[in-house]
């Protein structure tokens, strides 16, 4: 049951988690104008909704209900390399919606499958040829001739596969991001990435390949990948090395040569034997306007100005009182944790999860910063979430936690944002809880 990917689709009317027995769920907005309630609120941060919003419109606020659950990917064992491969789903891409049905994209290791997921509520009856049960009926017996007619029935969701990209990566698919044009989606593994037209799935072209003639020679895999949100020929890919290469793929077929690089320059005072793996960026995310890059790497956040290279406009520090515990960290493996990182509708608020299920909220203009906790105990329905602090030695104030009672087996790997309000989904391991802005 462990949620390992979040994803609120393009009107943040639906909302798909994806787990790691390879099941996707997809929640729908209830279409309610009134008090729907949605765990609990967000307040701390006066956050300013995007200006696409007109000040007199009626906020629907319903709650997010199951609407589709559905086994998306099934255990598989690779013969050829005895390797098992894990039916957890690694990330959801939804495509935006041109018909009544929806379309997603959900990836797990090795395969990703476009699944349709569509609504029935009428059915066929009175054929000519099949009885009332299916059974094909003799045609001797039949006299008269009836014309077939709908009928309603219970509301059914189906979620049918359409196509599965399958056989195209030898390393662990990290990334899928669905270009601008609609027409293509990218998948990423630690060496490649693919891009892939929707209707092809026996072909993929390889337009980045990092693996070196001789294996001993690796020294950085890719760990992340998206496109442009408006260029179809742009898009960006991160490394562990801490370094973001943006690509551009009208230059050439194969993009191992990047078009800007964005690297910042190592504070020798701060060089440790952790540095290399703190550094790796694990998660990178375009804001929407196009302008910047958000990454986030084990300590901080980082937003990058598309037109400055040699450093990031903005750092936020996540969680710095982990800078004393990196060792401890190392022992349990922590250190390896893969945060992920999401802008709010209007850019102007970035959002990611830390340990002891906290997750931290920056805003870009006030500086401000809070850090909100998602646990049964507070998640009363309509119950405003009280910012927490993290008490770093000297005396503990009565409200803080200390940094050596965090619980480090909680925590909040993936998040999402609702497109154009102020709701937030938030993986907490096998719970997933959604906030809301405080409703006047």
Request: negative net charge.
């Given at each position: ?311 990031p406009i903005e750092t936020y520090q996540v969680h710095d009182y982990l800078r004393s515990k990196l060792c401890s960290l190392y022992e349990n493996d922590c250190i390896f944790d893969k ?102």
């Amino acid at each position: 049951d462990i949620i390992s990917t979040v994803e609120f689709n393009h009107t943040g009317e639906l909302l798909a988690t994806g787990d790691k027995g390879g099941r996707v769920v997809i929640f729908q907005r209830e279409q309610e104008v009134s008090g729907g309630e949605l765990g609990s609120v967000i307040e701390p941060l006066k956050f300013s909704l995007p200006s696409f919003q007109s000040k007199n419109q009626i906020h629907r606020r319903g709650e997010y209900n199951v609407y589709s659950t559905f086994q998306s990917h099934e255990p598989e064992f690779d013969y050829l390399k005895s390797l098992e491969i894990e039916e957890k789903i690694n990330k959801i891409r939804w495509l935006p919606q041109q018909n009544a049905a929806y379309f997603l994209l959900s990836t797990n290791d090795k395969t990703v499958k476009l699944w349709k997921v569509s609504e029935r509520d009428k059915r066929p009856e009175g054929y000519n040829l099949k009885d009332e049960e299916g059974r094909l009926r003799d045609p001797a017996t039949i006299t008269t001739l009836r014309v077939p007619v709908l009928r309603p029935m219970d509301l059914m969701v189906e979620a049918t596969p359409r196509r599965v990209f399958a056989n195209a990566h030898t390393y662990h698919i990290n990334s899928i991001s669905v270009n601008s044009d609609y027409e293509t989606y990218m998948s990423a593994d630690d060496l490649r990435i693919n891009l892939w037209n929707f209707e092809i799935t026996n072909q993929s072209f390889n337009i980045v390949d990092i693996k070196p003639a001789n294996m001993e020679e690796l020294t950085e895999v890719i760990t992340a990948a998206e496109f442009h949100p408006h260029h179809c020929n742009t898009f960006v890919y991160s490394s562990s090395k801490g370094t973001i290469r943006l690509c551009d793929m009208r230059a050439s077929a194969l993009c191992d040569r990047h078009t800007k690089f964005f690297e910042e320059p190592e504070d020798p005072s701060n060089r440790s034997f952790f540095s290399e793996i703190i550094s790796s960026i694990s998660d990178v995310k375009f804001s929407h306007s196009g302008r910047y890059i958000m990454t986030r790497d084990y300590l901080t956040v980082k937003v990058w100005d598309l037109n400055m290279e040699n450093r990031p406009i903005e750092t936020y520090q996540v969680h710095d009182y982990l800078r004393s515990k990196l060792c401890s960290l190392y022992e349990n493996d922590c250190i390896f944790d893969k945060f992920e990182c999401v802008w709010n509708g209007s850019d102007s608020v970035i959002m990611t999860g830390s340990y002891n299920n906290f997750f931290r909220m920056f805003d870009r203009n006030t500086k401000r910063d809070v850090t909100l906790e998602a646990s049964r105990e507070n998640s009363k329905p309509r119950a405003i979430l009280k910012p927490r602090k993290v008490c770093v030695g000297g005396k503990r104030r009565k409200d803080e936690i200390s940094v050596d009672s965090l619980d480090f087996s909680k925590k909040i790997l993936h998040t999402a944002w609702h497109p154009s309000e102020n709701i937030i989904a938030v993986a907490a391991t096998n719970n997933l809880y959604i906030f809301q802005d405080k409703v006047n």
